[in-house]
């Protein structure tokens, strides 16, 4: 079952009796426990129906307990268990019992970052009730949940504002909705999201920070290459991160420089080297401070940093700069 046909099921009042919510996407997975909660209790704050427990400190005795008592004044009683992947291994064997016979009445929901299939528990669960995953969005995928999203207000965008919002914003879906939301306050009562509204609302992100690294490096610019990765180390990003966006840039910045040499027009670079049509001009403009061996010169330091940050203990923040250092004097 995927997350839409649980939803579609919960509107038409079905409500399953074993439901495992997990997955890496924390937006996805939380937006679907809410969707839960509210198809399931009477009112966000109900006494009496809803059972809350965390892995770590549930038994499988209260948890059954609480499964198997009948809902007062409702059709159902909700038992979440939260960070059900912390739930002992001799607990969730204890389970074992109720995933056989549930209550119909209730809707034991558990919710954790991942799962072993391998477990007796998950291999009866999957025979009794309902598993879905909730994976991150690829790249691919970001543009059509944001239609969605969109769609289901009544709102619409254009092909070129969405390609700058997706290059402005990146892949976290919390920062996606939050500035989904700033959007459609900015809008009144217009309907439709243009590139100006845009580039009037969404905040500076980390892609714009990572392409201002680019051009710094490019330049040779050691002070604004540090300062940049520092904000980005402030505001959260883990050096293997930055790394692992620098190098998607440079990818990128690589193969629009090798079609603009070729003239391609920037309508085509956009297409073949997947990257909105509003940044192949500045990309192109960058990728001219870079030789094809100052691109395979950068892609060796990319490789070695990498691999000292995962095998060699040092301070990930100091290889980081000195990564920056090097490429900014390209030896």
């Not at 059900?84 to 109720?98: F, I, N, Q, R």
């Not at 919002?165 to 459609?184: A, N, P, Q, R, T």
């Not at 009037?200 to 680019?214: C, D, H, Q, T, Y």
Request: net charge neutral; glycine share 6%; proline share 4%.
């Amino acid at each position: 079952m995927t997350a839409n046909e649980l939803f579609r099921d919960l509107n038409a009042g079905e409500v399953p009796a074993l439901l495992f919510l997990y997955g890496k996407e924390p937006f996805l997975l939380q937006r679907a426990v809410r969707k839960v909660r509210k198809a399931v209790l009477l009112a966000e704050k109900d006494d009496f129906n809803d059972n809350q427990f965390f892995g770590k400190e549930a038994t499988a005795v209260t948890i059954i307990d609480a499964a198997q008592t009948l809902p007062v004044f409702a059709s159902h009683r909700l038992v979440t268990i939260k960070d059900a992947h912390l739930l002992p291994a001799s607990e969730m064997d204890g389970l074992l019992s109720y995933l056989k016979n549930p209550v119909p009445e209730t809707c034991l929901l558990l919710v954790a970052d991942k799962i072993d299939s391998r477990r007796k528990f998950f291999q009866q669960f999957k025979k009794s009730g309902t598993l879905i995953e909730f994976k991150p969005l690829t790249e691919r995928e970001l543009p059509g949940h944001i239609r969605s999203f969109l769609d289901e207000r009544d709102y619409r965008i254009s092909a070129d504002a969405l390609e700058l919002f997706c290059s402005m914003v990146g892949d976290s879906l919390h920062e996606v909705h939050g500035e989904l939301e700033k959007l459609l306050i900015y809008l009144g009562e217009r309907t439709l999201v243009d590139v100006s509204d845009v580039q009037a609302v969404v905040s500076k992100s980390r892609s714009e920070n990572i392409f201002e690294l680019g051009n710094a490096v490019g330049r040779g610019d050691v002070a604004r290459a540090l300062s940049l990765a520092k904000q980005l180390t402030d505001g959260g990003e883990a050096p293997l991160k930055i790394l692992s966006l620098l190098v998607r840039h440079f990818r990128q910045l690589w193969k629009v420089r090798e079609l603009q040499v070729q003239n391609c027009s920037p309508r085509d670079i956009a297409g073949t080297a997947g990257v909105p049509f509003f940044v192949v001009q500045p990309m192109i403009a960058q990728g001219k401070r870079f030789s094809r061996v100052d691109f395979r010169r950068a892609y060796e330091l990319f490789l070695e940093t990498d691999l000292a940050m995962k095998s060699s203990g040092a301070d990930a923040e100091a290889l980081l700069e000195s990564l920056l250092l090097r490429l900014c004097r390209k030896n």
